[in-house]
């Protein structure tokens, strides 16, 4: 135990009603969504955070003035330990940016290091934002089908190559781990598509904003850590508003060691006014990186019980729906194909007959049209619900 771990209160994961204060998840209304639906889409928790989290937003609240806060070395060094302990990175301070979201970290990264008409590429199916930030920039979206046999994704690195040479791609977004198809890319994988990147000067963003989810037997790689080239021609997206259901006291770091680069993306940042967190989101972010570990480990290993159990659920009753294996992340990726519902009459057969509010499959893009995304972070009888009526929906 690390001397920042040992000072942690006690951890306890505590499930809170998202009723009794508003939230997308929950917004049937906003959503037009029948109000008796199990909401399991948005990629946000049902836990309340680390109780250190707590404690210091309280402290912070109680002193009562709000005025404009700065960033603190408080919350870089945090942010840098974390990574060092617990994703073996060690980035160096200088090379990180704030801004608030990675959303607005991949939007501004498209705009700097593309320009209008330009191809980035993406592994489809991926996060939906990822195909707005290229496309509402005026930017080319070049999508890599991911290969998929067997119920298990991989990346086919040839066609990655020929891709990208044929279409002149410029900037790779990537997504490790992969939200929503929960891989975890090896390094392995990661120098192949990295080799790619290098000998056709294609620069890579990479999203790792699900890297604290690993499940066990798994291991985080960021791509910027395999090779100082690899570093060189990368930005990397982190945040701690993932791990700890902070979301909406939004909070991101960008590292970009290459200094040409990062002055282009501090000023397109500027340019937009897109400069800094406030005064909860440092406070809340800074407490969850210094006290939160052992919250965190035990959220997690909540997670994977969940999964094991939906798992267990759906062999028994509805073997035909396929799980690919999760490495990472908190949402699983259900695989429709055996039934004859694509597209939206996936999403309305299992909302009217199982009860079920996902994530559907074809907002990732190709190859996403039979599946659905299953968000694990909440209670285990959220999940054995969502179950009962996957079976009571594909009964006979
Ligand atoms: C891969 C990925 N990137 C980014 C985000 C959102 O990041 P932020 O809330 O910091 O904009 C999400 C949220 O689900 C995500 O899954």
Not at 260 to 278: D, F, H, V, W, Y
Request: glycine share 8%; with cysteine.
């Amino acid at each position: 135990m690390t001397e920042r771990e040992g000072r942690q209160a006690a951890p306890a994961l505590q499930v809170v009603d998202r009723k009794q204060a508003p939230c997308f998840k929950y917004d049937f209304a906003h959503y037009q969504k029948a109000p008796d639906l199990i909401p399991m889409w948005l990629a946000d928790m049902d836990f309340a955070t680390a109780p250190a989290v707590l404690a210091a937003l309280q402290q912070r609240v109680a002193h009562g003035a709000f005025g404009y806060a700065p960033r603190g070395e408080a919350y870089d060094g945090a942010v840098l330990a974390w990574l060092r302990e617990h994703q073996h990175w060690s980035p160096e301070a200088e090379w990180m940016i704030v801004t608030p979201g990675v959303n607005a970290a991949l939007r501004c990264c498209v705009r700097t290091l593309t320009a209008p008409g330009e191809s980035v590429l993406l592994l489809a199916p991926v996060y939906g934002p990822f195909y707005d930030a290229i496309r509402q920039n005026g930017r080319r979206v070049v999508e890599l089908p991911l290969r998929y046999a067997a119920g298990r994704y991989s990346l086919d690195a040839e066609q990655m190559e020929a891709l990208v040479a044929r279409e002149k791609v410029k900037l790779f977004l990537l997504c490790n781990p992969h939200n929503p198809i929960g891989r975890v890319w090896l390094a392995d994988e990661l120098a192949a598509m990295g080799e790619i990147c290098l000998r056709h000067g294609v620069t890579i963003v990479s999203d790792e904003i699900h890297s604290d989810f690993i499940f066990p037997g798994h291991h985080h790689t960021s791509i910027a850590s395999l090779s100082e080239d690899l570093c060189e021609a990368s930005v990397v997206c982190t945040a701690p508003t993932k791990t700890f259901n902070l979301a909406g006291l939004p909070l991101a770091n960008i590292f970009v060691r290459n200094a040409g680069r990062r002055a282009r993306i501090r000023q397109e940042l500027l340019a937009a006014g897109m400069t800094s967190g406030n005064a909860l989101s440092y406070t809340a972010c800074t407490a969850a990186y210094l006290h939160g570990a052992a919250w965190q480990a035990e959220c997690l290993a909540y997670i994977v019980e969940n999964r094991r159990y939906l798992e267990a659920r759906l062999r028994e009753c509805v073997p035909d729906i396929v799980l690919p294996p999760q490495e990472g992340t908190y949402l699983a990726w259900l695989d429709f194909s055996a039934f004859p519902y694509r597209g939206q009459a996936l999403d309305a057969f299992l909302e009217e007959r199982a009860g079920l509010w996902l994530s559907p499959g074809w907002e990732y893009g190709t190859g996403g049209e039979a599946f659905q995304r299953m968000n694990l972070a909440c209670s285990r009888e959220t999940v054995a619900r969502a179950c009962d009526g996957l079976q009571r929906a594909f009964a006979g």
